[in-house]
């Protein structure tokens, strides 16, 4: 009875699609070195009032309170309430963290304040105005301030994880600055990353169409994703030090507001 009760939770509930796919299997299971690879792709661009858009499991947060130091405050968003209640006790957090089960489009300045830097980890290929959600995002952020943004990328290797999860789209460096004005916003650094982990994701998801909801994606996860993150994210975090490739599993950007 609990499972369909669980299962009617998510179909009433429009953003998490199948985010919540790992939350009984791998509660306790995090690939510690890939969100401390994500975390160090844009640690030296976080300031110290911050805005997360899209909680997910907490992991990201923590690593930002692990490793920033003197952060004012961080107000991390995850609109959905099914992600929001199963993560609610994963981390104990300190007091200048709050979580909030807001939409992005119903934050305003007044409500909010402004902040320094904005952070949208694998946030903007679940929504389909993305450009909207950038341009709504300006308002939020004080002059000078940047918006830190990471997404999968390479849409030839769209497959039925992206599917799942309710993906949009994959990005390229093209799509990409299509969807930032110019007029609010300079580009600072735009890189792909994690150039090895595509031949796992077209293996597993492209070819094999591994579905992570399902004993095959727990196990492939359990197996085959903790030696990639034993091993291949550290070797990628080392050469990705001196050489940057033309292609990546993900893509990241980091977007200044442009002075008045």
Request: net charge neutral; glycine share 6%; aromatic share 12%.
């Amino acid at each position: 009875m609990s499972n369909l009760k669980e299962n009617k939770k998510d179909q009433e509930d429009k953003y998490v699609h199948g985010m919540d796919w790992g939350a009984d299997e791998l509660k306790d299971f995090e690939l510690s070195n890939y969100r401390k690879y994500q975390y160090d792709l844009i640690d030296s661009h976080i300031g110290t009032d911050i805005l997360e858009i899209g909680s997910g499991d907490r992991s990201f947060t923590n690593q930002i309170v692990k490793n920033k130091k003197g952060i004012r405050r961080i107000v991390s968003i995850e609109p959905s309430e099914v992600l929001f209640d199963t993560y609610r006790n994963k981390y104990e957090l300190p007091d200048f963290v709050s979580f909030e089960t807001f939409d992005l489009f119903d934050m305003t300045p007044e409500s909010c304040g402004l902040f320094d830097t904005i952070i949208l980890i694998h946030v903007l290929e679940h929504v389909e105005f993305d450009r909207k959600a950038v341009d709504h995002i300006h308002s939020l952020l004080k002059p000078g301030g940047k918006v830190l943004i990471e997404v999968p990328a390479m849409q030839s290797l769209f497959s039925v994880h992206d599917d799942m999860l309710g993906h949009f789209r994959r990005y390229n460096k093209r799509n990409f600055k299509s969807m930032i004005d110019s007029s609010k916003y300079a580009i600072k650094k735009l890189w792909y990353q994690d150039a090895i982990g595509m031949i796992g994701s077209f293996i597993f998801f492209k070819i094999k169409k591994v579905r992570l909801k399902s004993a095959a994606g727990v196990e492939l996860v359990k197996n085959e994703g903790a030696l990639y993150d034993r091993y291949v994210i550290p070797f990628e975090k080392f050469y990705e030090r001196f050489i940057t490739l033309p292609f990546g599993l993900s893509i990241t950007g980091v977007l200044i507001k442009k002075q008045k």
